[in-house]
């Protein structure tokens, strides 16, 4: 199904169309350009997007730099209406950037319009947020002193996020450091150029002065590895995987640059006996499969106690069969496509390790859309052990795993067995076990009777342990990261 986006407002893509970096607000091609391929059919292209090199990143840096002082000085108010007015623009436009969306990532088009509105109540929030930035006045313990302690931009901020929410994760990064004062130097996935440009278009039309927001698309070991070890940046806010989530920790360390990282999880489900079954097969299904199981907060293990196991299985298997997998954007389709064949035969080869360990998969399979789309049928694997691949490391697919164990004691034992901590859930009906588990559970975030996925714009985001390093993410504890304390000491007497 190949054709060009019918977007009546912003960048029009199609096979033909070209996209540039933005740089001190002005565009800057490259020879070398990236063709952006549509994973629910390949052959449709959504436009050619410039490939940054290291003199492009230098250059954007710089023009961070030089408009930092003045953007640090913007008015709060004007810094309010910039953010308030591009969310009003994202929100109207959210049809045409869901199929964008749709288009580019493969999310399933009511998923994609979500993260769409998602990305502009997150603009409208931070837009309050720059007015709310308060300080604190004390009193000394030394007579005639006062002490004010206030909080200040950071300078300037590299901004580096994944494929799996090309809109909603650039909006929590960038909103935020533009509402404090900070300058960003913003590095999207190589697979979504696209909602990146359209989002960065968006921040520019509301009003941003030029340098204040440059993008610069391009590949990791290109963009990101100028951005961390540049003694020009201040600030680097990071989510990916866990592997090059550690690099970027070194390099920006040994750069002296503050860092902040989200990197996956290995999130576990926990169903207990007294659970209401259905729920919790809802809830399973929901938080394992649909954005095709490409969430850091997926429900990847689902730890079910053997008195519910056979018939939760059940459950679980007789929706799985109702989840029509096809064209993201087209009607009926609840599972779209993998992002991209890589990742298509990284999740094809987690399952036939899984099958190979012992495991019996249902689903799994290539899925015939009627194109060359990356189609794969959501993957249950049952009869799994702790120490299982599939349940050690991070699919990023729509693969979950179940392992079945005698009691709450072993399901909470379970559920911590694992580097990553961000999120984890619990169905139960007990008071007794829900509250032990929401303060023992080894995650930054913890769900009861809920899917595993899915938080709120207005609280804070994070995990612990491999999950998460540096300050949470999202709402008022994104203020620890963009800014940093001063206090002054003022003489009364």
Known sequence: MTQTSQTTAGPQFGPDAVFDNLIGGTRRGSEDRTLNRNPSDPADVLGRFARADEAAVRDAIAAARAAAPAWADFPAQQRFTILDTAGTRIAERADDLADLLAREEGKQLTEARGEVLRAAQILKFFAGETIRNTGEIIESVRPGLVAEMTHEPIGVVGVITPWNFPIAIPAWKIAPALAYGNTVVFKPAELVPGSAYALVDILVEAGLP????????????????????????????????????????????????????????????????????EAAADAAVNGAFYSTGQRCTASSRIIVTSDVHDEFVRLLKERMVQLRVGDARAEGTVIGPVVSESQLEQDLRYIDTARAEGGEVTGGERVDGGTDGY?????????????????????????????????????????????????????????????????????????????????????????????SYGPREQARAAREFYTVHKTAYVNAG
């Open 210 to 277: 030029d340098g204040v927001l440059n993008l610069v698309m391009g590949p990791g070991r290109v963009v990101g590895e100028v951005l961390t070890g540049s003694a020009g940046v201040d600030a680097i806010t990071f989510t990916g995987s866990a592997a090059v989530g550690q690099g970027v920790i070194a390099a920006a360390g040994s750069a002296g640059i503050r860092v902040q990282c989200e990197m996956g999880g290995k999130n576990p489900l926990v169903v207990l006996g007294d659970a209401d079954l």
């Open 375 to 467: 189609f794969l049928s959501p993957a249950l694997v049952t009869g799994t052990k702790p120490g299982h691949t599939i349940n050690r490391e991070e699919v990023f697919g729509p693969v979950a795993s179940v392992i079945e164990v005698a009691d709450y004691d072993e399901a909470l034992a379970v559920a911590n067995d694992t580097e990553f901590g961000l999120s984890a859930g619990i169905f139960t009906s007990s008071l007794k076990y829900s509250s032990h588990f929401k303060r023992y559970a080894q995650a930054g975030m913890v769900m009861v009777n809920a899917p595993t996925a899915g938080v709120d714009y207005h609280v804070s985001f994070g995990g612990r342990k491999g999950s």
